[in-house]
């Protein structure tokens, strides 16, 4: 199993996407290596020990950041956390 952090919600300008984030995966700098992790599941635990289960999407970037999207929004204190990705 792997972890990652999430790094921010997915954003525009004017809009941030609530159920979509993006994540950095440990030892994983680069586009070629992201990519092995697009369809894979990801596990955020809260402090009281609810999981909220999401899927990797695709890939963010050419610095190996992948999108995850979750089933529901994540509290802003999910952010700089750590994931599991299995």
């Keep these: ?3 990652g952090k999430i790094i921010q919600f997915r954003r525009g300008r004017h809009t941030i996407t609530n159920r979509h984030y993006l994540i950095e995966i440990e030892n994983v700098d680069n586009k070629e ?9 990801v596990i955020w635990t809260s402090p009281a020990g609810k999981k909220i289960i999401g899927k990797i999407s695709g890939v963010h970037g050419n610095k190996g950041l992948v999108r995850a ?3 529901i929004g994540l509290p802003g204190q999910a952010l ?4 599991e990705i299995k």
Excluded: L, N, P
Aim: proline share 0%; no cysteine.
């Design 33 to 41: 290596k992201a990519e092995k992790f697009i369809g894979k599941e």
């Design 1 to 3: 199993m792997t972890t």
């Design 80 to 83: 700089t956390t750590k994931v």
């Design 69 to 71: 999207i979750f089933s």
